[in-house]
């Protein structure tokens, strides 16, 4: 079993910055690719930005130049810096990783942009 658990939400005016965390822990070898999805009141699931091993990143559009995300390998961590947050942001955020054929959650951190 892998447990994520996330870190670093909060309350930000628009045009502020957070960065998120997310930790994987028990059995990680073998973790594959990991990211963030995030979840607004009524709204499906969407994706935010996910990383692999190596270092490649793939973004949301409605994110791409104002969030970066990165790992450390040594660390099972990955992280997720939000600059030029806006209202719509606003959401619960989830950290997902890939171990072996299997894909686990984290449960949530919430982010709130104040316009």
């Known amino acids: 079993q892998v447990q994520l658990v996330e870190s670093g939400g909060g309350l930000v005016q628009a045009g502020g910055s957070l960065r998120l965390s997310c930790v994987a822990s028990?059995?990680?070898?073998?973790?594959?690719?990991m990211g963030w999805y995030r979840q607004a009141p009524g709204k499906q699931r969407e994706l935010v930005a996910i990383i692999t091993p190596g270092g490649s990143a793939t973004y949301a559009d409605s994110v791409k130049g104002r969030f970066t995300i990165s790992r450390d390998n040594a660390k099972n961590t990955v992280y997720v810096q939000m600059n030029s947050l806006k209202f719509e942001d606003t959401a619960v955020y989830y950290c997902?990783?890939?171990?072996?054929?299997?894909?686990?959650w984290g449960q949530g951190t919430q982010v709130t942009v104040s316009s």
């Open positions: 028990g059995t990680v070898f073998g973790i594959n690719v």
């Open positions: 997902n990783a890939f171990v072996m054929t299997r894909s686990y």
